[in-house]
């Protein structure tokens, strides 16, 4: 299934066990599959509650996720 398009500028993909994050050029997050912090959906949703300087994002199978900003500084959002 094609949910990034080539030319899309995704620099970064993480991957859990029912969703996926994908970090793009200019830090911005977009994330697709089912759960409860994620659209029940196979098109990527900009995520717009990070802020937009994400280098890096990684997902768990226990429902929670993180993200690394450019100074270092983890974010992380999900079920506790």
Do not use: K
Not at 50 to 79: F, K, M, T
Request: glycine letters at 12%.
């Amino acid at each position: 299934v094609d949910v990034l398009p080539a030319g899309s500028g995704i620099v970064e993909v993480g991957v859990g066990e029912n969703a996926a994050c994908a970090v793009r050029f200019d830090g911005a997050v977009a994330c697709w599959g089912i759960g409860m912090f994620y659209p029940v959906s196979p098109t990527p949703v900009q995520v717009t509650t990070l802020s937009p300087d994400i280098v890096e994002v990684a997902l768990s199978h226990a429902g929670y996720n993180c993200a690394l900003r450019q100074n270092g500084e983890v974010l992380c959002w999900g079920s506790s």
